[in-house]
T-cell receptor
Framework: GAGVSQSPSNKVTEKGKDVELRCDPISGHTALYWYRQSLGQGLEFLIYFQGNSAPDKSGLPSDRFSAERTGGSVSTLTIQRTQQEDSAVYLC???????????????FGPGTRLTVL | GQQVMQIPQYQHVQEGEDFTTYCNSSTTLSNIQWYKQRPGGHPVFLIQLVKSGEVKKQKRLTFQFGEAKKNSSLHITATQTTDVGTYFCAGPGGTSYGKLTFGQGTILTVHP
């Protein structure tokens, strides 16, 4: 299909509620990443799904954050008991798995803008 | 662990001036990538450098990879307002195979 898609594009929620953000990677891409970007800031790595290997969860900021990738395709990022500091744009990216030690080009989705009131 | 440092954090230029952003790694990189994020948009891949001392050009953009493969630079000649955005470098990093580590980015503002 086209590129990486994410839904919803915007999400407004109340503090304490749970939210689910969805990412549809490019077909055939076995690597999937989630990043968080606060206004005017850089990319904060959250989690990396690398094919069939265990995901790299080293960037998840707290145990309120979790992510899964079903069937090696669609991924869902869940934030439980949202806090105001969770407000940010959540970006998903996908790529082919690298070969020979090289990383591959990441293709980013448009992001989900999360606002926690 | 792997860190990719990028400077400057911000750069304001007059249209027509040149711009350079630098990326430095604490360890040798097998390759380095550059991305551009327009205001309100998402990062878009620009280029990948692989060889020591490699130089690649895309119109007014010149990308360099250091001889030691620990640093890289992006130079824009005669900036235009369309160059506005955040430029990120990214290299392999961390303990996970294939994981990209992004620099903090340089936010470029071009005044007409």
């Amino acid at each position: 299909g086209a590129g990486v898609s994410q839904s919803p594009s915007n999400k407004v929620t109340e503090k304490g509620k749970d939210v689910e953000l969805r990412c549809d990677p490019i077909s055939g891409h076995t690597a999937l990443y989630w990043y968080r970007q606060s206004l005017g800031q850089g990319l904060e790595f959250l989690i990396y799904f690398q094919g069939n290997s265990a995901p790299d969860k080293s960037g998840l900021p707290s145990d309120r954050f979790s992510a899964e990738r079903t069937g090696g395709s669609v991924s869902t990022l869940t934030i439980q008991r949202t806090q105001q500091e969770d407000s940010a744009v959540y970006l998903c990216a996908s790529s082919f798995l690298p070969r020979g030690g090289r990383t591959d080009t990441q293709y980013f989705g448009p992001g989900t803008r999360l606002t926690v009131l | 662990g792997q860190q990719v440092m990028q400077i400057p954090q911000y750069q304001h230029v007059q249209e027509g001036e040149d711009f350079t952003t630098y990326c430095n790694s604490s360890t040798t990189l097998s390759n380095i990538q550059w991305y551009k994020q327009r205001p309100g948009g998402h990062p878009v891949f620009l280029i990948q450098l692989v060889k020591s001392g490699e130089v690649k050009k895309q119109k007014r953009l010149t990308f360099q990879f250091g001889e030691a493969k620990k640093n890289s630079s992006l130079h824009i000649t005669a900036t235009q307002t369309t160059d506005v955005g955040t430029y990120f470098c990214a290299g392999p990093g961390g303990t996970s195979y294939g994981k990209l580590t992004f620099g903090q980015g340089t936010i470029l503002t071009v005044h007409p």
